[in-house]
């Protein structure tokens, strides 16, 4: 490589790297945005969802509140009667007396033929009384799961309400403690979630403000939240499930540590709506617009790379070209001006050697002219167009090969032909003698010395086939779709082989081609390569 291919290389490079370090530099600046931008939004999303669900417990315990008041007003009413009794005629009357208040009969049966169960409990002698269609199911629980919840009787006094199995389905107990001269006797029914004005969860949803008239307005709450409970034996008392949503936002709260319902659970949902109302503009999506920008500069980058990479390889590809067309205009150059010296200077004076010089220059000149109209079709504009119309493909080829006959001899190759006659075909005579002139050239400049170069027309079904085969050392089938691409050489820049504009292939391609024909490459039988180029017979003349 030349002191000035050197400096070009290196001119080159730090063009490179004057653009692609700010890029580089660029492209890391977005990707610490992006990240700063991501982080910021993953801790407002996290803020945003705290707050919501410290808004749906706060919501929960609310509600809870208001069951718990709710119910534990209904059981005053509903015990009512037996204070009257106990204050008219001071003994415990039977569980049968608490059917007369109409707080008992707000829990409607879940058959005509059954009704509420009431009982009567001794804890001296640890005995129960019932009366209802459940009474020996609900006496068997009196006397095993009441006694314990009687132990934390504050003056004497023990009030609520428990859900329990009983009679292979839940239900809600509800009992009071009454003492009286050293005796204490409780008293209990099966309750429900229902006060005077109806279901408690519906009344308590309906009445309880959740949230700022300000954030929602006079939005009804069962259009930004629902309501679920559950008793403490995980039974359902109200709403359609108790698993956890999997969307959205929810908060559980128990009812009030001094509250007679037992283990009641509450579980508020909020609705997607409710969202956009508490949070302004809802909880913020992961949104991929520092992402993009990211993959976006990571695009530009790598379209950068790339158009520079091969804005170096054009770069090559042109320096390589000048150079070796510069070769082939000045080796031809030189040979027609030195016999034309000689014949100027009278040294030839021989005939022989005369005609021998001035068929050198004919020879030189005649590839000067090829390689000339190689690099003008190349260039131009219109290089793909071509006059279609009948052509004897036979005629042409003979044509040609005989024309070509001098720049073969100097080469030391010997041209022959095999073709068969009156091969017609639909193509431009001017293209494909071009076409012909390149493989003929190509086979002569890489074919050893002495060779023979085979060209042969056939006719092939509706095609018209022309091959040129050499003895050359052929080509590796992993190049045979690389040579056809403009500037493409197998050999090196200094590995001794000849040179050439590495264009030739290329115009053989986009010339095929702009005659609906095709060229294809394989081994030739000595070895080398066999060049093939087929091309449509003309109408009306296929078989």
């Given at each position: 490589?030349?002191?000035?291919?050197?400096?070009?290389?290196?001119?080159?490079?730090?063009?490179?790297?004057?653009?692609?370090?700010?890029?580089?530099?660029?492209?890391?600046?977005?990707?610490?945005?992006?990240?700063?931008?991501?982080?910021?939004?993953?801790?407002?999303?996290?803020?945003?969802?705290?707050?919501?669900?410290?808004?749906?417990?706060?919501?929960?315990?609310?509600?809870?509140?208001?069951?718990?008041?709710?119910?534990?007003?209904?059981?005053?009413?509903?015990?009512?009667?037996?204070?009257?009794?106990?204050?008219?005629?001071?003994?415990?009357?039977?569980?049968?007396?608490?059917?007369?208040?109409?707080?008992?009969?707000?829990?409607?049966?879940?058959?005509?033929?059954?009704?509420?169960?009431f009982f009567r409990y001794d804890p001296a002698t640890n005995t129960a009384e019932a009366d209802g269609p459940n009474a020996a199911a609900f006496e068997?629980?009196?006397?095993?799961?009441?006694?314990?919840?009687?132990?934390?009787?504050?003056?004497?006094?023990?009030?609520?309400?428990?859900?329990?199995?009983?009679?292979?389905?839940?239900?809600?107990?509800?009992?009071?403690?009454?003492?009286?001269?050293?005796?204490?006797?409780?008293?209990?029914?099966?309750?429900?979630?229902?006060?005077?004005?109806?279901?408690?969860?519906?009344?308590?949803?309906?009445?309880?403000?959740?949230?700022?008239?300000?954030?929602?307005?006079?939005?009804?709450?069962?259009?930004?939240?629902?309501?679920?409970?559950?008793?403490?034996?995980?039974?359902?008392?109200?709403?359609?499930?108790?698993?956890?949503?999997?969307?959205?936002?929810?908060?559980?709260?128990?009812?009030?540590?001094?509250?007679?319902?037992?283990?009641?659970?509450?579980?508020?949902?909020?609705?997607?709506?409710?969202?956009?109302?508490?949070?302004?503009?809802?909880?913020?999506?992961?949104?991929?617009?520092?992402l993009g920008l990211v993959l976006l500069t990571a695009i530009l980058l790598w379209v950068a790379t790339r158009q520079l990479r091969r804005g170096h390889?054009?770069?090559?590809?042109?320096?390589?070209?000048?150079?070796?067309?510069?070769?082939?205009?000045?080796?031809?150059?030189?040979?027609?001006?030195?016999?034309?010296?000689?014949?100027?200077?009278?040294?030839?004076?021989?005939?022989?050697?005369?005609?021998?010089?001035?068929?050198?220059?004919?020879?030189?000149?005649?590839?000067?002219?090829?390689?000339?109209?190689?690099?003008?079709?190349?260039?131009a504009p219109n290089a793909g167009e071509v006059n279609i119309g009948a052509l004897d493909l036979s005629q042409v080829t003979a044509e040609t090969v005989?024309?070509?006959?001098?720049?073969?001899?100097?080469?030391?190759?010997?041209?022959?032909?095999?073709?068969?006659?009156?091969?017609?075909?639909?193509?431009?005579?001017?293209?494909?003698?071009?076409?012909?002139?390149?493989?003929?050239?190509?086979?002569?400049?890489?074919?050893?010395?002495?060779?023979?170069?085979?060209?042969?027309?056939?006719?092939?079904?509706?095609?018209?086939?022309?091959?040129?085969?050499?003895?050359?050392?052929?080509?590796?089938?992993?190049?045979?779709?690389?040579?056809?691409?403009?500037?493409?050489?197998?050999?090196?820049?200094?590995?001794?082989?000849?040179?050439?504009?590495?264009?030739?292939?290329?115009?053989?391609?986009?010339?095929?081609?702009?005659?609906?024909?095709?060229?294809?490459?394989?081994?030739?039988?000595?070895?080398?390569?066999?060049?093939?180029?087929?091309?449509?017979?003309?109408?009306?003349?296929?078989?």
């Amino acid at each position: 490589m030349s002191n000035k291919d050197i400096s070009v290389e290196r001119a080159a490079r730090l063009g490179w790297t004057a653009i692609l370090v700010p890029l580089a530099l660029g492209f890391l600046f977005s990707l610490v945005l992006a990240y700063q931008a991501f982080e910021a939004s993953r801790r407002h999303r996290v803020a945003v969802r705290a707050t919501l669900r410290e808004q749906a417990e706060f919501g929960a315990y609310l509600l809870a509140s208001e069951i718990d008041r709710t119910m534990s007003e209904t059981m005053i009413y509903a015990f009512y009667p037996i204070d009257l009794a106990l204050g008219d005629f001071n003994e415990f009357p039977p569980p049968s007396i608490l059917r007369a208040p109409p707080e008992s009969a707000r829990c409607e049966p879940e058959s005509e033929a059954e009704d509420r169960t009431f009982f009567r409990y001794d804890p001296a002698t640890n005995t129960a009384e019932a009366d209802g269609p459940n009474a020996a199911a609900f006496e068997a629980w009196v006397v095993e799961f009441l006694p314990p919840r009687l132990d934390d009787a504050r003056d004497g006094v023990a009030t609520g309400q428990i859900t329990a199995r009983i009679g292979g389905r839940s239900r809600l107990i509800a009992h009071k403690r009454w003492a009286r001269d050293g005796r204490a006797v409780v008293y209990g029914f099966e309750s429900c979630w229902r006060s005077e004005a109806g279901s408690v969860f519906e009344q308590a949803m309906a009445s309880t403000q959740l949230f700022p008239p300000s954030l929602i307005g006079a939005t009804p709450n069962d259009s930004l939240f629902t309501l679920a409970a559950r008793g403490a034996d995980g039974s359902l008392a109200f709403g359609d499930t108790w698993d956890a949503p999997t969307a959205g936002f929810y908060g559980t709260a128990g009812l009030p540590s001094s509250s007679k319902l037992g283990e009641l659970e509450l579980r508020v949902t909020l609705l997607p709506s409710s969202e956009q109302r508490l949070v302004l503009g809802g909880v913020p999506r992961t949104r991929p617009t520092a992402l993009g920008l990211v993959l976006l500069t990571a695009i530009l980058l790598w379209v950068a790379t790339r158009q520079l990479r091969r804005g170096h390889e054009l770069v090559g590809l042109r320096a390589r070209f000048v150079r070796n067309v510069s070769h082939e205009l000045r080796t031809p150059l030189q040979q027609i001006l030195l016999f034309t010296e000689l014949l100027r200077s009278g040294r030839i004076e021989e005939p022989d050697e005369r005609n021998r010089a001035l068929d050198v220059m004919y020879t030189e000149t005649r590839r000067l002219i090829d390689l000339v109209g190689n690099v003008l079709r190349f260039s131009a504009p219109n290089a793909g167009e071509v006059n279609i119309g009948a052509l004897d493909l036979s005629q042409v080829t003979a044509e040609t090969v005989e024309a070509f006959e001098s720049l073969a001899r100097s080469g030391q190759a010997e041209l022959v032909v095999d073709a068969v006659a009156g091969v017609a075909v639909t193509a431009d005579g001017d293209a494909v003698k071009q076409i012909l002139i390149n493989l003929l050239d190509n086979a002569v400049r890489y074919g050893p010395p002495g060779q023979t170069v085979r060209v042969r027309v056939r006719r092939d079904g509706d095609r018209g086939v022309v091959t040129v085969e050499d003895e050359g050392p052929g080509i590796p089938v992993d190049w045979r779709d690389e040579i056809w691409k403009p500037f493409a050489r197998l050999e090196g820049d200094d590995d001794g082989t000849p040179a050439g504009s590495g264009i030739g292939l290329s115009i053989v391609k986009r010339l095929s081609e702009a005659m609906d024909g095709r060229v294809a490459i394989e081994s030739g039988a000595a070895g080398g390569a066999r060049f093939a180029l087929s091309l449509p017979i003309r109408t009306g003349d296929v078989a």
